[in-house]
């Protein structure tokens, strides 16, 4: 067996370099992704609400119904849902990082 001797007390036990990468906990959220993940489930929930109480087949544009079957219309309506909610959830991450006025004078 080849038996390593203990370090000197003047030397690291461990190599430092093994350790310089390692991860020191838990990463912030990407800015993106806080907006992100929230309205994409704000979008899921207000497709479920919309079709609980509208059907797809009743949907009209003007005074004509739309010409698409239930799979395209739940999609469009998802991203649309999604579009709108992604859009609030921008403005408010702006206003956020806005500067606040000091109220020196």
Do not use: I
């Not at 370090?7 to 806080?34: C, I, M, Q, T, Y």
């Not at 009743?58 to 992604?86: I, K, M, P, Q």
């Amino acid at each position: 067996m080849n038996q390593q001797s203990p370090p000197a007390s003047d030397e690291e036990p461990f190599d430092k370099d093994v350790f310089d990468n390692a991860p020191r906990g838990p990463r912030p959220p990407k800015p993106w992704l806080l907006v992100a993940w929230p309205s994409f489930l704000a979008a899921c929930g207000l497709s479920m609400g919309v079709f609980a109480v509208v059907s797809p087949a009743d949907l009209h544009w003007g005074n004509e119904a739309l010409a698409v079957d239930a799979t395209t219309a739940y999609s469009l309506a998802f991203f649309v849902f999604w579009a709108a909610t992604a859009a609030s959830g921008c403005v408010t991450a702006w206003l956020l990082r806005l500067p606040q006025p000091s109220n020196r004078d």
